[in-house]
């Protein structure tokens, strides 16, 4: 069965530094979603890509958070600098298309600790 | 606007007794709905959707939930519960006609099963 790939599956970092995370989507799948999971809570959607081109962001802290898919494949998110808040799992997403009737499949997630 | 509400941040069941999670919609478009499943540390996993059509629908693991449109509701449900089934349970809810809307999600019900 394909799957969502990302890495690492955990972070440590200090606060003020930068961190990324890498998510590789199932192959075909156009849509790509960044989440953001806060222990004890439900996801929330940080961006989402159609191919290469961002669809909404509306929710990512710009100031810090930053997100590209430069080939409309593989996705890259970052936080700089990082802040004790930004401490949660980050799940990756993808779908064969925009519309959500099929679901999403997603990756294992990173779990970042801030310190 | 769409949003979800899960009622009941933790229910607990003894095992082979009926499992019932709770899950109210607002969605001001015919919604897609989903129910995920996530263990600890892990991604989210599909249960089941409704997009249209019967509006009882079956998962997996014998998961099955109802969609009733009077009641703005899309409960799920197991007829005997298992100590496999503890985990973290989402419902979620998406925009038929929206295209490219990503998927919104509830904050989420720990079931807790018991011996």
């Known amino acids: 069965e394909a799957e969502v790939a990302q890495s690492p599956r955990y972070k440590i970092t200090e606060k003020s530094q930068a961190v990324a995370f890498w998510c590789d989507p199932i192959?075909?799948?156009?849509?790509l979603y960044w989440y953001r999971q806060i222990l004890g809570q439900g996801p929330e959607l940080l961006v989402q890509?159609?191919?290469?081109?961002?669809?909404?962001d509306s929710q990512l802290p710009k100031d810090r958070f930053s997100a590209e898919r430069l080939k409309g494949v593989d996705s890259t998110l970052k936080i700089q600098p990082a802040e004790l808040g930004d401490s949660a799992m980050y799940l990756c997403?993808?779908?064969?298309?925009?519309?959500?009737?099929?679901?999403?499949?997603f990756g294992s997630g990173t779990r970042l600790t801030v310190v | 606007a769409q949003s979800v509400t899960q009622l009941g941040s933790h229910v607990s069941v003894s095992e082979g007794a009926l499992v019932l999670l709770r899950c109210n919609y607002s969605?001001?478009?015919?919604?897609?709905l989903f129910w995920y499943v996530q263990y600890p540390n892990q991604g989210l996993q599909l249960l089941l959707k409704?997009?249209?059509?019967?509006?009882l629908v079956k998962g997996i693991n014998g998961f099955e939930a109802e969609f009733k449109k009077s009641e703005t509701s899309f409960h799920l449900t197991k007829p005997s519960a298992h100590m496999s089934d503890a985990a973290e349970y989402f419902c979620?809810?998406?925009?038929?006609?929206?295209?490219?809307?990503?998927?919104?999600f509830g904050k989420g019900t720990t079931l807790s099963v018991s011996s």
């Open positions: 890509f159609q191919d290469e081109s961002v669809v909404d």
């Open positions: 997403a993808s779908s064969l298309e925009r519309g959500s009737y099929r679901g999403y499949t």
């Open positions: 409704y997009t249209t059509g019967a509006t």
């Open positions: 979620a809810v998406s925009g038929i006609y929206q295209a490219g809307t990503a998927l919104i």
């Open positions: 192959s075909g799948h156009a849509t």
């Open positions: 969605s001001s478009v015919p919604p897609y």
